[in-house]
């Protein structure tokens, strides 16, 4: 089945301890993001890569890390989490630049307390 | 990238009614897409458009590309239960890249 995984789902932490949040895709797609989610804010755009070693920041960038050594692969890494880091997190992926159709992951839940 | 904006913010109906949301943008897009979040899950792509003007169905749901290329609309007809959730517009900008530009999102009741 053509799917986004994210692990974990949820995931609680306390400040500063780092954690890696994994996201993975079975469809070959050249572009995956990250977003985070929040309530009244919507979706907004943490990083995104256009293919394998190519990343860029997205609108809210700050705190975050990623990386792409793998197309399959985009994991999501905070070095040092703090509480206004708590949030919705949602991995994505979509074959090519152009023409939208982003699939989204399920989802993580994040709470650093 | 921009916020685009959707409206209206929240919807509280009855099953069998007609619903109405759309969302405008500040610039011209290529692209126009709808998305259903439930609770606990991921968006879920539902409709995609991709030319002004142009008018695609799902089943109950209906999206229009506006012919500005700033806006997009969904109706979804005959409301059921099950279509309870929020629901996102989502935009590829002409020239801005390659991120997709979302709305905060419409939260759809339906009571039976």
């Known amino acids: 089945e053509a799917q986004v995984t994210q692990n974990p789902r949820y995931l609680i932490t306390v400040t500063g301890k780092k954690l890696t949040v994994t996201c993975s895709q079975n469809?070959?797609?050249?572009?995956m993001s990250w977003y985070r989610q929040d309530p009244g804010l919507g979706l907004r755009q943490i990083y995104y890569?256009?293919?394998?070693?190519?990343?860029d920041k997205g609108d809210v960038p700050e705190g975050y890390k990623v990386s792409r050594k793998e197309k399959r692969n985009f994991p999501l890494i905070l070095e040092s989490p703090s509480p206004n880091q708590t949030s919705l997190y949602f991995c994505?992926?979509?074959?090519?630049?152009?023409?939208?159709?982003?699939?989204f992951g399920p989802g993580t839940r994040l709470t650093v307390t | 990238g921009q916020q685009l904006n959707q409206s209206p913010q929240s919807m509280f109906i009855q099953e069998g009614e007609d619903v109405s949301m759309n969302c405008t943008s500040s610039?011209?897009?290529?692209?126009w897409l709808w998305y259903k979040q439930e609770p606990g899950e991921g968006p879920v792509l539902l409709i995609a458009?991709?030319?002004?003007?142009e008018l695609t169905s799902n089943g109950r749901l209906t999206a229009q590309f506006g012919i500005t290329r700033k806006d997009s609309f969904l109706n979804i007809s005959a409301s059921i239960p099950s279509d309870v959730g929020i629901y996102f517009c989502?935009?590829?900008?002409?020239?801005?890249?390659?991120?997709?530009?979302f709305g905060k999102g419409t939260s759809l009741l339906v009571t039976p």
């Open positions: 994505a992926s979509r074959k090519g630049l152009a023409g939208g159709l982003e699939r």
């Open positions: 469809m070959n797609h050249e572009y």
């Open positions: 890569s256009m293919n394998v070693e190519v990343t």
């Open positions: 610039s011209i897009f290529n692209t």
């Open positions: 458009l991709y030319k002004a003007g």
């Open positions: 989502a935009g590829q900008p002409e020239e801005a890249g390659y991120a997709l530009n």
